[in-house]
């Protein structure tokens, strides 16, 4: 009887031990699957990524808190004109002296535009997208809202915007200017800005602007001769990120730095937003984490 508790007692022991090993083994696994489940942190008040094939969530940070957005307001912007009926591209808008009067009473980003110059609108888009032409958005405003005065079309246009954003169900979103420079009622959220430059990419044209580096455009002048024009990508993460392909920066006193993105691999494209980052260092390196981090989910 006394070798048989024995053996009992050494099986039960020897079960034990297999079983703490087994929990150990399996409690190191799961740690570390956790481990790597992690969300990156980021400097950004806000934050989201979304797969643009399937609008699966990747990453969340105040998702749907209200911020202002700065120049990414010109995403609106640009859907706006793009979703205009019967639109030729090559039309042409004379530059006035009202657009020149506004970039320097706001201190705002120009595309430098020269009054007198006809410039086609495919061409006024790419002085929008790339060095952030605050002129080129009035220019654009003017051309695109209704009304008989400048000012009945501007607040026309800036209602266009509105409209676009409730077709889109972008709850959160409120515009007040064209440009982002507004009088605080400019505002918008991660997830709806990721929401509008998902739709945005499904135009062609927007896609060529948004991944463009720099380009060199011939205008014509108000003589009838022509000058080019330069202009260069304020978004650095098209030759800073793998696979990068937009969309917009954006900055401001309110708004801080601010950053809408996009970038493809392995056929899988996605596509965020981060809000507030505090500085433009801290804004591509909050981009560059929850992008990684996208990538691999």
Request: with cysteine.
């Amino acid at each position: 009887m006394k070798i048989g508790i024995k053996v009992i007692n050494r099986a039960s022991a020897t079960a034990t031990v297999a079983l703490t090993a087994g929990a150990l083994i399996a409690g190191t696994v799961f740690a570390s699957t956790a481990q790597a489940a992690t969300a990156p942190t980021i400097t950004a008040k806000g934050g989201y990524v979304m797969n643009n094939g399937t609008a699966k969530t990747l990453y969340s940070k105040a998702a749907d808190t209200r911020r202002s957005t700065g120049s990414t307001t010109k995403i609106m912007t640009a859907k706006v004109v793009l979703s205009q009926k019967n639109l030729n591209l090559d039309s042409k808008v004379t530059i006035q002296k009202a657009y020149s009067d506004y970039i320097v009473s706001k201190g705002a980003s120009s595309a430098h535009l020269i009054v007198g110059d006809k410039v086609t609108v495919r061409q006024l888009l790419y002085g929008l997208m790339l060095p952030s032409g605050c002129d080129a958005a009035y220019a654009l405003a003017d051309k695109f809202g209704s009304g008989t005065t400048r000012a009945a079309r501007v607040k026309s246009f800036i209602g266009k915007m509105n409209s676009q954003a409730k077709t889109l169900g972008l709850t959160n979103t409120h515009f007040d200017s064209f440009d982002g420079i507004g009088g605080g009622s400019n505002y918008s959220t991660p997830r709806d800005l990721t929401k509008l430059a998902s739709s945005a990419m499904k135009n062609s044209t927007f896609r060529t602007v948004v991944k463009t580096k720099s380009t060199k455009q011939k205008v014509t002048t108000k003589s009838g001769g022509y000058r080019y024009m330069s202009w260069s990508n304020t978004n650095t993460m098209l030759s800073s990120y793998s696979g990068a392909i937009g969309v917009k920066t954006g900055s401001g006193a309110v708004a801080k730095y601010c950053l809408v993105f996009a970038a493809t691999r392995n056929g899988k494209t996605v596509i965020g937003t981060v809000l507030a980052s505090s500085s433009a260092a801290n804004r591509s390196a909050d981009m560059k984490k929850i992008m990684d981090y996208s990538f691999k989910k």
